[in-house]
Structure formats: C-alpha cells, structure tokens
C-alpha cells in the first residue's frame, strides 16, 4: 500500500484525535457553567448530573480536519451548511431541551441542503440483474435515509461511549474498505477526519464518562454517517449500498424494534422508554461497561463480515451474517425488546382467574 496514503490517515486521524481530546474538558466546564446536563431520572441509566455538548467538541474536530486535509467544492459546502443546523440545534437542545417537531424540522432543513444543495443523491440501484432509477423518488427516498441514519443513532446514545463507540466503528471500517479499494475521494478524508474526533471524544466518554455528547453529537454523528453512505456508494449496486447499513445492524435493529415495541403498546413512537438494546442486556445483569462492550464487539462481528464480503469472499461473508442474525433472534425471544413477557403473563393470569 502507497506509503503517501498511509501517513495522510495517520496524521489525519491523529491531529483531530489530538484536538476533540484536549478540547474536550473545556467544553465540558463550558457546558456545565451554562447549565447544559443531563439530569437523572427514571427512563435514565446515569445517577448523577452530567455535562452535555460533548458533540460540539467532534463538529470542531471535523471543521479542523477539514480545513487542514478537505478541499472547497459545493458538496462540501452542502455538507457544512447541513452539519452546522444539525449541531446547532443539537446545541440548543442540549443546553434547553426543544419539541421533537422543532427538531425534527431542523433535521429535515439540513437534509434537504445535502440533497438539493449538495445533490447528494441515491439516484439508482441495480442487484440481482434488475435495475432501477428513482427519477424523482430519489430525492424524498434519499432525505428519508437521511433523517433515518440520523434517528439510529439519536436512539441508541444511552451509555456511556456506545454511540461514538458505534460510530468509530463505522469510520474504521468504512475508511479500510476505502483504502483497500483505492477509493479517495471526499468521503475517503471525511471517514478518517471523523475516526479521529470519535476516539478523541471516546477518552472522556468511555465508562465511566465525564462529559456526554448529547443530542448535538448523536444528530451530527447519524447525519454525516449517511452522508458517507450516500457519498461512496451511490450510483453503485443494492449490496454496496446496504453494506455500511450493515455495519450499523444495532442501532439500525434497536431503531426498529423500538418502533414495533411501541406500536403494541398503543404509544407514539417517540415515546421514550427503557427497552433499548442496552437495557435489556443491563436487566441480564451484565454491567455497565460489559454491556458497552458486548455491543462493541457484535458491531464489530458486523463490520468484520461486511470487509469479508466486499474484499475476500461474498460466501464467507453471507455464513458470517447468518450467524448474527440468529444470535440476533435469539436475542429477541430471551429478551423484552419487543413485547413485556412479564406483562404479558400478568394479564394471562387475570384472564385465567375471571
């Protein structure tokens, strides 16, 4: 491999790695100075007072990266433009919390600029010999994949480090299957610049964590990973496409089984609970950074087999996702992440006694 392209992605990775950590601990007195934290309660794994905006600190560690290894161009300018709304009101939310529907427009805003601006688009597909072009579906299908990737990973930011964890994850394996392909285009920099400030974040968010991103990170995050999806895999086949949705299985899979969760009970699906992924693995006992790790390593599992499946071999790679989708069903049938067995089998009992 080209030495040139090695030593960039070190000193990419290492520079914004080496900012958001040092960086950090002054957002966190600034957050706490202007009221930003989290407040325990019910429907919350941490017991005491936190400082949020950790996010803000991997938005200043994507502009740094950018501006030292990015080149201007109207796509990037898109992707800015987008990225400041989200953060913006990712920053607002953080230090006062707002209405789902304000953020919700925000999100929308930002992903229509990347679309129409940007003209990031998920125009056509093609697997299994059918082609298809979305005409002008692309555009409504595209904003909707957006505001989906965005959602994931909003929903699946309840521990400490599991979501830039989640995240890094993804920019690690995204930027090896880049730099094995010799694909370096914009979303080659924006993976690695991303790696950094990621990790970076992770040394003051791991368990036990002294700052949390808060909803101006997990938005940032979610939307910047759908738009290096949509930027290195457009116009390319169906399994290019679904192969980064892979690597983002948990938050993808604890999105949708959220949805279903609530659906049953009769609730809105923003309705906010204690049934997430990490929840249920929490109610197993396992602790709290256990339940982080365990998380860590099926995203992995994921990743593992989408860098087999696109570089080594598709058999191998189709036998490795098998086997998660199994350990993934198992999960549903011994867990709650779905329906309450235990409420359940209250109201089976009642029904029995009347």
Not at 1 to 8: D, H, P, R, V
Not at 180 to 185: H, S
Not at 193 to 201: H, K, M, P, V
Not at 265 to 275: A, H, L, R, V, Y
């Amino acid at each position: 491999m080209n030495q040139e392209i090695l030593k960039e992605i070190f000193l990419m990775v290492a520079t914004t790695f080496l900012f958001v950590a040092i960086i950090t601990p002054f957002i966190k007195n600034t957050a706490i100075h202007i009221g930003a934290v989290d407040i325990p309660n019910e429907r919350k794994v941490h017991k005491k007072a936190m400082p949020r905006l950790g996010g803000l600190g991997i938005f200043l560690g994507f502009l740094l990266g950018y501006m030292l290894f990015g080149t201007p161009s109207a796509i990037m300018n898109s992707i800015l433009i987008g990225s400041f709304i989200i953060v913006l009101i990712g920053v607002i939310d953080d230090i006062k919390p707002l209405k789902a529907s304000t953020k919700f427009l925000g999100q929308l805003a930002a992903a229509c600029i990347v679309v129409f601006y940007g003209n990031i688009l998920l125009q056509d597909i093609s697997a299994f010999g059918i082609y298809i072009d979305f005409h002008i579906f692309a555009y409504p299908l595209t904003i909707f994949f957006i505001l989906g990737c965005i959602n994931c990973l909003n929903l699946i930011d309840g521990l400490d480090g599991l979501a830039a964890g989640i995240s890094s994850i993804y920019f690690l394996t995204i930027g090896i299957i880049a730099t094995i392909q010799g694909t370096f285009g914009l979303d080659f920099i924006i993976t690695f610049i991303l790696l950094g400030s990621t990790l970076g974040f992770l040394v003051h968010n791991f368990n036990p964590a002294k700052i949390f991103m808060g909803d101006s990170g997990s938005l940032f995050l979610g939307f910047i990973i759908a738009v290096i999806a949509l930027l290195g895999f457009k116009n390319v086949t169906m399994t290019s496409l679904i192969i980064p949705l892979l690597i983002l299985a948990i938050p993808i899979l604890d999105t949708l089984f959220a949805i279903v969760r609530r659906l049953l009970k009769g609730e809105k699906i923003s309705t906010p609970d204690k049934c997430h992924i990490h929840h249920q693995l929490l109610n197993k006992r396992f602790s709290h950074r256990a339940t982080v790790l365990i998380i860590y390593g099926i995203n992995l599992l994921f990743a593992s087999a989408s860098i087999v499946y696109v570089l080594k071999d598709q058999l191998l790679g189709y036998i490795i996702y098998g086997i998660l989708l199994i350990i993934v069903l198992i999960f549903i049938f011994k867990t709650n992440i779905i329906v309450d067995k235990e409420t359940i089998k209250q109201k089976t009992k009642k029904l029995e006694k009347s």
